[in-house]
Nanobody, 124 residues
Framework: QVQLVESGGGLVQAGGSLRLSCAASTRTSISIYTMGWFRQAPGKEREFVGEISRSGSNMNYADSVKGRFTISRDNAKKTVYLQMNSLKPEDTAVYYC????????????????WGKGTLVTVSL
């Protein structure tokens, strides 16, 4: 079983940047998993943010974050990152790291393991 632990959340002013990390605790390599990030704002459903392929060569993003957020991974360190730039108040949410066994990780049903989340708050 893979455990995912997020870190790096916090309070930032609009226009600022944060980098989230997701450390995977597993005896196997994470290179066999598609990894991604979702977020859940207060009173809203959890939504897709972005995904990264097993090798790290392909990424896909939600339209709302495209051009501002970047996902990367270091399979040797078993860690996935989410670099968030030009943050907006509407990016305020709990951010969840996710993994899946398929090549797509864009729906909640694609996810078989979730982290507990890290809170990002963007102020005006």
């Amino acid at each position: 079983q893979v455990q995912l632990v997020e870190s790096g959340g916090g309070l930032v002013q609009a226009g600022g940047s944060l980098r989230l990390s997701c450390a995977a605790s597993t005896r196997t390599s994470i290179s066999i998993y598609t990894m991604g990030w979702f977020r859940q704002a207060p009173g809203k459903e959890r939504e897709f943010v972005g995904e990264i392929s097993r090798s790290g060569s392909n990424m896909n993003y939600a339209d709302s974050v495209k051009g501002r957020f970047t996902i990367s991974r270091d399979n040797a360190k078993k860690t996935v990152y989410l670099q968030m730039n030009s943050l907006k108040p509407e990016d305020t949410a709990v951010y969840y790291c996710a993994k899946g066994d398929s090549t797509v990780l864009r729906r909640r049903n694609d996810v078989d393991s979730w982290g507990k989340g890290t809170l990002v708050t963007v102020s005006l």
